[in-house]
Structure formats: structure tokens, C-alpha cells
């Protein structure tokens, strides 16, 4: 097998095409003011969009909103935008700062970002019923005159200026740690992380997930007979469904277990398992995929209540399920575990009732399958958006290992190559950094060039099963191949052994890059003294002297190396 190691095979691959990617950032710092620069809707571009000046009107509720002090844009129907032009001296990363108003939904109302013409993700404006600043996320823009359109998605959303500054440098670093939040994690967990570690921003793993329910391990093949005939490649990674494994006498044991230990330990490739959690006890169930909001009365609230009904069948659900990881376990078999997915979408029953009661069945789940079932075979995925309300769903940085997120943006038949950079840099500073950020579904899979131009480090992709795979309206079959057969992407004769893969191999720390882009400047001198005046100890390059602790010494010491009073610093002797 042709392996692709982190440090060995495709070193030169790797400097070549990233540390231009880590420092298009400090190039975006230097060339633009720090505040930003304002561009006005109205001068724009509109797509059907409507121009209102000192606009107020009535919410259907009768609440009046005032918009006054403004001349702006306002998309309503599906299909109408507003777009501007910026331009920037550098090509680089870029946060966008918009300035908005939403009366109309008190929810929230979401909407397309494009750049470009190239999608970007979508962004979630809040209820407002006067003009708000909110940032719309981070994205790439090219050296000259780029073009940042918000399209209607839910519509109905008032535009005032949009600020274009500079993003922050230290979302370039992506130095997550080998640890998992389980401390009792099992070896074969802790070498899988280790892995992943090691390969994150620097690849990205090919990954499928397969039919569910079948019976017939041959027979549920097709996504990847069909990518074998495409590529001539396998996925490293594949995705594997639990829904039918449930308690109350409902058991319908589709040898989806024995497929999961097949692919570790014969196929040697990495497993990631969800579940669609049908209503337990088909207590509310209204039709036969009581998974969705719609098709049960299942109550989240009730069934964290101890002694209800639906209590006592959560319970029993997940001892059956804890059963099956336990099985997996005993075979030496690590999985990357994504429970309760989608939850902020609501269509999912324990997503219907809000953050609060979701969390804490997450949290549930966590603890007894961690400390009562005693399951330490788990790498712990929290599905998550980008939206402003997500930091309410996201369970904690001590139960979650990754965060991910399902994509799903082709549109109007055709397919969605962009490497949605914004949404990945959302999901980053979501949990500060500290964890892997992967695309865990998908309907097309990003383009390598995108990937790798504008630095959207997704740890893997894993397209759903049938169209959203074979779909010439979601995957042509040349961009299938070109993604296989790039060095970029892992596929499963790529893999390392993952049984003996070593745990605590950290890469080598060249003390005073801490922007990563192996060099040691100006910028790392700027990103040391906010480190000082930040208290921030997350950045181990930064420790010059070895203390343990990142502070006016090192500071001064960079200072030295600079000036050319020093050729080293203390920690790295």
C-alpha cells in the first residue's frame, strides 16, 4: 500500500502549498486598515432588491421598526440579492462585518453568502428591530476587486454596509491537541486521534457514507463500487447509520456492528457511525420515521424527567446501543460517534424543544456511555451550524472531540464545489480552535483547488448515500476523480495501520513561528505581544524560554531574535 505520511512523503507538497495559505493572513493585516473598510448596499449591485431611505414599517405583529438614518437594500422573495464590489491590495483572509436589520422573524432569518459567485455557506441574521452589526464570517478574497453578495435564502432581510477588515491571525493556527475528552480513552481511540491530529490542515480524507439497513454487506455497496469504477480509489472513511439498533423489543439487527469491525480491522479503514434515533418506544410515533420532529409527539423534556414513561424508554434505548459500541470495543474497534446530529435544525425530535433540553441529553448520553457502559472506544462529533444561536447548542469542549458540519448547497441542478471557507473558519473559532472541524456530510465534494487556496482544513468529506453522490447535479465524475487522484486527499490505500499508529508523536515546534508558516518575523512579533496582553497560552512556539508559561520575557526575547542580538532562543537548545 502507498502511504501518506504527514511528515515524510509529502513534506514538500505540503510547505509548497500551505505556507503561502498561512500567511495570505498576515499579508491581509498589512495592506488594510484594522477597522476596516465601509461599502454601502444601495451603490451596489441588486438583483430585484428593493432601495428604501429612512425606512419604518410594521412587523405582522403589529411592532413598528424603525430604519431611519439609512438609505439600504432589502432582498425579500427566494432569488433576489444585493451585491458589492470591495477591493483589496492583498490577496488574503477577510472578515466581513454587516450591518443589518431583521423585524420579520424572531427566530432568526438565514441567507446565502456568495464570493465571488461561489458560495460560501449562509449566514443567520437575528431578530432586530432596528439596524445591527454582526459579523457574517470569514472569507477569502483575491488581490483587486471581488464581489460579496447576500442572495435570498429565507428572504426579508434589510441591508445598510457591509466592513471589510482584516481577519484575525491567530485563526490560522489549527493546533489542536492529541487528547480526547475521555481519559480513559482505549489505544486504538487515542491512535486514531492521533492520526487525525496529524493529517488535519494538511489532507483531507475521502469518506462515504453506505446505504443503511441492508442485510447484505455486498449488496449495500454501491456508492462505492461506483467510486471504485470513477477513481480507481476507495474512501478512507465510511460512514455507518445505528438507527436500527433500538430497545423496547424494537431490535432490527442489520449486522450494521459487523460491518463497522469489517472495515476497521479488515478493510483498515476508519468508521464513522451516526443515529437517526427513532422515537424511543414508538412513544408519539405518527409515521414510520419518527426520527423527525414531524412524525412524533416524543417528548425531549418528559423523557429527562426520571420516571416518565419516556424516560424509562430513553434509558432502555440507549443500554441497547451502549450494547453494540461495547461489542465494537471488544473488538479493538475506535469510531468516530456523531449522536443527536442536525440538532439546531429542528426537523430531528431532540432538536424540537431548544438548546437547553438537547444539551443535556447530549451530556446524558455522554455520561452513560462513558462512565456507566465504561465505552472508551468513542472520538466524540458534534454536528453544528454557524449560526449566532450555535454556541448555545454546542454541548462543551469535555464531551466533544470534533466538531462537523453537513453540507448541503447545490442548487438549482447544479453542483456546489466551494470549499465554503467561511463556514470552515466559523466552526473553527466556534470552539477557539481547540478542536478538528470536518465536513461530516455532504451533498458535493469541494474542489481541491478551493480547499487548499483558501486554507478550509476540513478534516474529511462524506457524501449520503445515492444521488447526492452519483448526481451529475451534485458530483460530476470528473471532479469525483480529480479529488481521489489528488495528492491532497487520502483514500483508503493511503492509510497508515491505524492499530499501531503512534500516539504521541507531536510535530517538531520552531520556537517563534507562531503563525506557523516557518519563518520567524514582524507578524510573529505582533501575534507575541497579543499573546502577552491577552494572557493567551495556547500557542506552544511562543514559550521561547522554556518557562511554561508565555510572557514579557518572551516577548523581549523575540525582540532579540530579530534585532540579531540572539540566534536562538532558550527553548529550543
Not at 491581509?28 to 473598510?37: K, N, R, S
Request: aromatic share 12%; net charge negative.
Amino acid at each position: 500500500m502507498r502511504k501518506k505520511t504527514t511528515f515524510r512523503v509529502f513534506l514538500a507538497l505540503t510547505l509548497a502549498v500551505f505556507i503561502p495559505a498561512m500567511s495570505f493572513i498576515s499579508a491581509a493585516a498589512a495592506a488594510a486598515p484594522p477597522d476596516g473598510i465601509k461599502y454601502e448596499f444601495e451603490n451596489g449591485v441588486q438583483n430585484n432588491a428593493e432601495i428604501h431611505t429612512d425606512y419604518v414599517g410594521k412587523t405582522d405583529d403589529g411592532l413598528t421598526f424603525d430604519l431611519t438614518g439609512a438609505t439600504c437594500s432589502f432582498i425579500g422573495q427566494k432569488g433576489t440579492s444585493t451585491s458589492v464590489n470591495v477591493n483589496v491590495s492583498q490577496t488574503g483572509l477577510y472578515e466581513l462585518i454587516v450591518r443589518y436589520a431583521q423585524p420579520f422573524d424572531k427566530t432568526k432569518k438565514v441567507q446565502y453568502l456568495n464570493v465571488n459567485d461561489s458560495n460560501q455557506g449562509e449566514v443567520s441574521f437575528p431578530y432586530t428591530l432596528s439596524w445591527k452589526e454582526m459579523s457574517a464570517g470569514i472569507v477569502k478574497l483575491n488581490q483587486g476587486t471581488n464581489n460579496i453578495q447576500f442572495e435570498s435564502y429565507w428572504g426579508y432581510t434589510f441591508f445598510d454596509y457591509l466592513i471589510v477588515k482584516p481577519a484575525d491571525e491567530s485563526i490560522a493556527g489549527l493546533n489542536v491537541e492529541k487528547k480526547l475528552v475521555n481519559p480513559n480513552a482505549t489505544k486504538e481511540a487515542k491512535a486514531l486521534m492521533s492520526y487525525l491530529v496529524d493529517v488535519y490542515g494538511k489532507h483531507i480524507l475521502s469518506g462515504q457514507q453506505e446505504l443503511c439497513g441492508s442485510h447484505n454487506y455486498e449488496g449495500s455497496e454501491a456508492e462505492f463500487t461506483y467510486i471504485k469504477e470513477k477513481t480507481g480509489k476507495m474512501p478512507a472513511v465510511r460512514g455507518f447509520d445505528f438507527m436500527n439498533y433500538r430497545g423496547n423489543g424494537l431490535l432490527w439487527d442489520d449486522l450494521c456492528a459487523e460491518r463497522v469491525i469489517d472495515w476497521y480491522k479488515v478493510k483498515g479503514g476508519i468508521p464513522t457511525v451516526c443515529w437517526h434515533w427513532f422515537s424511543p418506544g414508538n412513544i408519539g410515533k405518527k409515521a414510520d420515521n419518527s426520527f423527525y420532529t414531524d412524525s412524533t409527539t416524543f417528548s425531549i423534556s418528559k423523557a429527562l424527567t426520571s420516571g416518565t414513561a419516556e424516560n424509562t424508554a430513553l434509558l432502555d434505548d440507549i443500554k441497547v446501543m451502549a450494547g453494540k459500541f461495547k461489542q465494537l470495543q471488544d473488538a479493538g474497534v475506535p469510531v468516530l460517534f456523531r449522536p443527536l446530529h442536525e440538532a439546531e435544525g429542528g426537523w430531528f425530535w431532540w432538536g424540537a424543544q431548544g438548546p437547553e433540553n438537547c444539551v443535556k441529553l447530549y451530556r446524558l448520553l455522554y455520561d452513560k456511555f462513558t462512565n456507566e457502559y465504561k465505552l472508551n472506544n468513542l472520538i466524540w462529533v458534534w454536528t453544528s451550524y454557524t449560526y449566532d444561536t450555535s454556541p448555545k447548542w454546542y454541548p462543551g469542549d469535555d464531551v466533544v472531540d470534533i466538531l462537523g458540519y453537513d453540507k448541503y448547497n447545490a442548487k438549482d441542478g447544479l453542483p456546489n464545489g466551494s470549499a465554503i471557507s467561511s463556514t470552515f473558519y466559523n466552526m473553527v473559532k466556534l470552539a477557539n480552535g481547540k478542536k478538528l472541524v470536518t465536513m461530516s456530510e455532504n451533498d458535493t465534494i469541494p474542489r481541491v483547488s478551493g480547499l487548499i487556496d483558501e486554507r478550509a482544513a476540513w478534516l474529511y468529506f462524506c457524501p449520503w448515500y445515492g444521488w447526492h453522490l452519483t448526481g451529475e447535479q451534485n458530483n460530476p465524475v470528473s471532479w469525483l476523480a480529480e479529488m481521489y487522484k489528488s495528492e491532497y486527499c487520502i483514500t483508503l490505500d493511503e492509510l497508515p495501520d491505524l492499530e499501531t499508529y503512534p500516539i504521541n508523536v507531536e510535530p517538531e515546534i520552531l520556537y517563534g513561528d507562531l503563525n506557523g508558516d516557518k519563518s520567524i518575523d514582524s507578524i510573529d512579533l505582533a501575534l507575541m505581544k497579543k499573546c502577552v496582553l491577552e494572557n493567551n497560552q495556547s500557542i506552544k512556539a511562543a514559550d521561547l524560554d522554556g518557562s511554561g508559561s508565555v510572557d514579557a520575557i518572551d516577548y523581549s526575547l523575540i525582540k532579540k531574535y530579530l534585532l540579531g542580538q540572539i540566534t536562538e532562543f532558550p527553548a529550543g537548545k
